[in-house]
C-alpha cells in the first residue's frame, strides 16, 4: 500500500526505533503523527519528517495515561484521521531476578507496554471501524523467556495475545492489527545490535498491508 498522505501515529518517536520509523514514513510521503513524553525529542523527529518529505507533527503523550492520550489525539486528528497505528513506546527496566524486582519497576513496564497500547487501540479503533479501514502494529519482542527481564517478557506475551484479539474482534473488516517482532536493535534503551534504519523498511510494510491482507499475525523479521 502507497502510505502517501497517509496520516500515521507513532508512539516513542523521540528516539531509537521509533525516530527510524518516523523519518522512514515521511520520505515516503506520510503525514507522521510523532508521540512522546519529551517535547524536544519529539519535535526534533517531526522536524527531520517534514524535512524528508512528509509531514511531521509532534504531540506529547504519556502512553500510560488516559487523559494524556485523549489530549493528545484531538491534537493529532488536526492532520486528519489517524489511519495507522504503530505501538513503538516501550521500556525494559528491572533486570533482576524476579523475587528481588519491585511491585513499581513491574507496574511501570506493564503500563507502557500493555496498557499504552490498549488505550490506544481503544481510542483510535473506533473511527477505524467507522470509516471502514485502519492499520494497527503493534511492536513486539523476539525473546519472551529471557531470565531477569520477566516484567519485560511477561509485557511482550501479553502483546501478542491483545494483538490477536483484537484482530479476531475486526475479522471481516478492512482493519489489520499484526505485531512485529524486530531483532535486537541498538538504541537508547538497548545497546548492541542492528541499527534501527536496517529493519524499518520490513516494518513499514507490515504496517501498511493491502487490503485482503492477514491480522493476527506475530511477525519475525531482521
Known sequence: MNIKDKVILITGAGTGLGK??????????????????????IQQTATEVTK????GTAVEMDVTDPKSVEKALHQAEKAGPIEILINNAGVITGLKPVQELPVEEWDKIMATNVRGP?????????????????????????????PKA??????KCALDSLTKAVSYEVKGTDIL??????????????????????????????????????GGRIVKIG
Open 20 to 41: 527510524a520509523l518516523a523519518i522512514a514514513a515521511g520520505q515516503a510521503g506520510a503525514k507522521v503523527i510523532c508521540a512522546g513524553r519529551r517535547k524536544e525529542r
Open 52 to 55: 524528508a518529505g512528509g509531514v
Open 150 to 155: 520477566t516484567a519485560y517478557c511477561a509485557s
Open 118 to 146: 490498549y488505550l490506544l487501540i481503544r481510542a483510535t479503533l473506533p473511527g477505524m471501524i467507522q470509516r471502514g479501514f485502519g492499520r494497527i502494529l503493534n511492536i513486539s519482542a523476539p525473546i519472551k523467556h529471557l
Open 177 to 214: 492489527v499484526n505485531a512485529v517482532e524486530p531483532p535486537f536493535l541498538d538504541t537508547e534503551m538497548h545497546k548492541g545490535g542492528k541499527k534501527p534504519e536496517e529493519v524499518v523498511g520490513q516494518i513499514l510494510d507490515l504496517a501498511a498491508l493491502d487490503a485482503g491482507g492477514q
